[in-house]
């Protein structure tokens, strides 16, 4: 009997649908690192408009294995997804805790105030 070694955890997304989110496989986390790397290193984090397309469209990387149709259709995707839903996606799917970050920029903004 084989077993797992990485954990999994099921969502539900704003259009209902239900997704067992799990680690990228190594193609996936390569395209996933790709494009984070090209976020982080370009102008895109000074517009909010560009940084939430990128977060979209990590988070499709990271659906696109089970749920290609939702994926393939850019304005039903982003029906299905929040902000918050994002970030759970991102963490479990890429290991990528931008709640964490986020949490941690606010405080730094609040003490530099």
């Known amino acids: 009997m084989a077993k797992t070694v990485y954990t999994t955890e099921v969502i539900e997304l704003q259009n209902g649908a239900e997704v067992e989110l799990r680690p990228l496989n190594i193609k996936g986390i390569r395209l996933f ?38 994926v393939a259709d850019q304005d039903a995707l982003e029906e299905a997804l929040d902000i918050d839903t994002i970030y759970k996606i991102l ?10 970050i986020n949490a941690q920029v606010t405080a730094a903004q609040l003490l530099q105030e």
């Open 33 to 70: 690192n790709d494009k984070f790397k090209a976020f982080q290193d370009s102008e895109v984090q000074e517009s909010d408009q560009k940084s939430m397309d990128v977060l979209v469209e990590l988070a499709g990387i990271c659906l696109k294995r089970d749920l290609p149709e939702l």
């Open 91 to 100: 963490e479990i799917c890429g290991g990528l805790d931008l709640k964490g």
